[in-house]
């Protein structure tokens, strides 16, 4: 009944295997795909006919985790998965980027791979194994993909490359890199490191492209032994070529001329004017042969033809630059009063305005993953509103793209904060994109480091990261510092790079190209690395140092510890005692199993009155000691007096004052504050107090003084 197809390599120490012909034979290919205890099923599926009237590739890449994979059941009341998780829309992006360079020019046909996580053994990340599938179910399955295509993690650890560290190992690990690539270069980086040098990084992309090859070569092997029969590539129009020529007669002069404008909108609109003149000019000369959406693909043609070749001819770019100048940037904090941090980046037309805000525990975020719950103490996330690229649209819940763009600042800053020990805040950054003309996720890198440190965080170091972009015809080739929007649009390359003076903490390369070497690569991060420390000195305009208190609006939080069997009467009966103190006080209160307390309170004397009572309820009162107490109870032989949180203590009628006493209710009353010394405590806790030795007006400790009317 089943025709399976199965090939195995050991891959890092562990068996890789795909297995195709048993599970979703009705995709267009799918492959079972198993790394020592995890398996993804890996399925893609094309539509037999195109799109019509689209000038895209309609692909879709899915990444989906189930719970069964681990054994759990989902959380939340409807008991099964819900909506993409972030570390599924991630992995989705990170299948994407270098899958989508590889199908065949003007193929248009709805695309889909689903990736769906059927077992996770808690050691080998789905994430690589389900890029790699992706590329084996394409491969085998007709579709015009021009792959395969190989990927990989890359660990460095103890001054050595590892390959796909396993998940105990990634703790000791300084770098988190996976790279993916074909068998002629790499088409997509993506990584978090320790301020490692540029050096290091690049060996780390090439140990990654080398270590690749083996999955390669095993995805070829499986194809030729059940392979689909590929698909006819779609052949372009027949006229494409006269079309091409004729548009460009009448269009590229004064898409040049609109191309020397450096101003974003200026050049927009010149552009606009001579896109509609050059099409009406067309339509006319063609008539009924007029195709709009052939017409408007030369026109993107052209487009990128004329700034491209006057980049490679010149060396200048769109706004006069040259390759290796950063744009103006003006660099400021502070610029929200009751923000606990803030900065305002901006770096030519692209702005971002990021805020800290300083949280406390309960603010920490609940991350449900395949792994185990756990705590995240920092967020970053990133807004892109249409204003910042002058457009009105639909305000819409962050995509791919948002969440793609925070995880990867996320990512650079991350390396050089500090412990959660060592700064026990839970810490919120928001970046609001209010201009945009080309890497905007730097500039939020550049807008996190400072509202960080103005909001007195104490990273290690500022941090910085820079857009670079590629423009290569043949072997001539051009690598451009802080690229614009449009460079990027019609660029072969986009290739992040952020980190402070030390070392790259972040780096991200999507290639639109079939791939690139590593010549380039290391012409690009050593210019990347002069722009970095160039943009790092203009930050400093803005700050130069971490703030050496937090913002007066923010929680001041005072850690302290308490036994770790007292803790049961600090939260009190179904939390009745914390409740009281936080609603009495002010302050907010985390306390953990250990007995680490942190008490949080904008207001300083609502955290000391906090922090005291606390200390009240698990410390142990001392004989000798003076204390400050509530008479609670009155009876005939004395006064009970609360005096030291909870605790209560006897006066008794005989050490209440100097003087024979007739009736306690002639000394105090109840309800009265009065001061007393602890005399002794017995053997079963209970505590014997006297006012007699206390001067009750000054706290003064009379010693032992005789009763009047004893000799």
């Known amino acids: 009944m089943f025709e399976i197809t199965r090939k195995e390599i050991m891959w890092g120490g562990r068996p890789l295997v795909f297995e195709t012909g048993r599970i979703a034979r009705q995709a267009d290919g799918a492959v079972l795909v198993t790394y020592g205890g995890t398996k993804v099923l890996c399925t893609a599926v094309a539509q037999k006919q195109p799109r019509v009237g689209i000038d895209f590739f309609p692909l879709t890449i899915n990444y989906q985790e189930k719970t069964f994979a681990t054994g759990k059941i989902p959380g939340g009341f409807f008991k099964r998965e819900g909506r993409p998780n972030e570390k599924e829309t991630l992995t989705s992006r990170l299948i994407d980027r270098p899958i989508r360079p590889l199908f065949a020019k003007g193929f248009r046909n709805e695309t889909q791979v689903i990736c769906t996580v059927l077992a996770h053994d808690l050691e080998n990340n789905p994430d690589i194994v389900s890029l790699v599938g992706a590329s084996a179910a394409l491969t085998i399955s007709g579709i015009p993909f021009l792959g395969p295509l190989g990927g990989c993690r890359v660990g460095y650890i103890d001054g050595e490359f590892v390959l796909n560290p ?47 090859q083996t999955v390669i070569d095993a995805i070829i092997d499986l194809a030729e032994s059940c392979a689909k029969e590929p698909w006819d590539v779609p052949e372009p129009p ?39 003149a050059a099409m009406a000019t067309l339509a006319t000369d063609l008539g009924d042969d007029f195709d709009g959406q052939l017409a408007g693909g030369a026109m993107k043609n052209l487009e990128k033809d004329v700034v491209r070749g006057n980049i ?94 925070g995880k990867l600042a996320w990512r650079a800053v991350r390396p050089l904060l500090p412990t959660k020990e060592e700064f026990p805040y839970t810490i919120r950054v928001v970046s609001e994109i209010t201009e945009s003309n080309g890497s905007s996720s730097m500039a939020t890198v550049c807008g996190s480091s400072m509202s960080l440190m103005d909001s007195g965080v104490p990273m290690a170091r500022a941090c910085a990261g820079i857009a670079m972009g590629l423009i290569k015809e043949g072997d001539e080739f051009a690598v451009l510092s802080d690229i614009l929007g449009d460079e990027d649009h019609l660029g072969d390359m986009d290739f992040k790079v952020a980190g402070t003076e030390s070392g790259i903490t972040a780096l991200q390369m999507d290639i639109k190209i079939t791939s690139i070497t590593e010549e380039i690569m290391k012409v690009a991060l050593a210019q990347a690395r002069d722009g970095r420390l160039h943009i790092l000195k203009e930050m400093e305009d803005g700050i130069t140092q971490v703030r050496q208190e937090v913002s007066e609006h923010a929680p001041r939080i005072t850690t302290m510890t308490v036994p770790r069997d007292k803790i049961r009467e600090v939260i009190g009966p179904g939390g009745k005692m914390i409740r009281e103190i936080c609603e009495t006080t002010g302050a907010k209160i985390d306390i953990e199993d250990d007995g680490t307390v942190k008490v949080a309170a904008v207001d300083q004397e609502a955290s000391d009155r906090a922090v005291n009572w606390i200390r009240s309820i698990t410390a142990e009162p001392e004989v000798g000691i003076i204390y400050e107490g509530k008479v609670v109870k009155i009876m005939d032989f004395g006064a009970f007096v609360n005096f030291f949180g909870p605790r209560d203590g006897l006066v008794h009628i005989s050490e209440l004052a100097k003087e024979r006493v007739g009736s306690v209710s002639d000394i105090v009353k109840e309800g009265e504050t009065v001061k007393v010394k602890v005399l002794a405590i017995d053997d079963r806790g209970k505590v014997k107090l006297s006012m007699r030795v206390v001067d009750q007006d000054s706290g003064e400790d009379l010693g032992d003084v005789p009763r009047e009317g004893r000799g």
């Open 166 to 212: 396993q998940a105990d190992e990634m703790a000791s690990s300084s770098l988190d890199l996976i790279v993916a690539g074909t068998q002629g270069g790499v088409l997509m980086v993506e990584s978090e490191a320790s301020e490692l040098d540029e050096d290091t990084m690049l060996g780390a992309v090439m140990y990654g492209h080398r270590e690749s």
């Open 238 to 276: 027949a006229n494409e070529a006269t079309v091409a020529a004729r548009l460009g007669e009448i269009a590229a002069d004064s898409i040049r001329s609109a191309y020397t404008i450096t101003v974003k909108q200026d050049r927009v609109e010149a552009l606009s004017s001579a896109k509609e």
């Open 312 to 405: 490679l001819k010149t060396g200048t770019r769109i706004d006069g630059r040259d390759t290796k100048t950063v744009r103006p940037i003006v660099a400021e904090v502070g610029v929200l009063d009751r923000a606990h941090g803030s900065a305002l980046f901006t770096r030519g037309e692209t702005q971002a305005l990021v805020v800290t805000t300083l949280g406390t525990g309960q603010d920490e975020q609940i991350i449900d993953a395949l792994e185990g719950e756990y705590r995240e103490h920092f967020m970053l996330h990133y807004n892109f509103p249409p204003y910042s690229v002058g457009e009105a649209s639909f305000l819409r819940s962050p995509g791919r793209r948002e969440i793609g763009h």
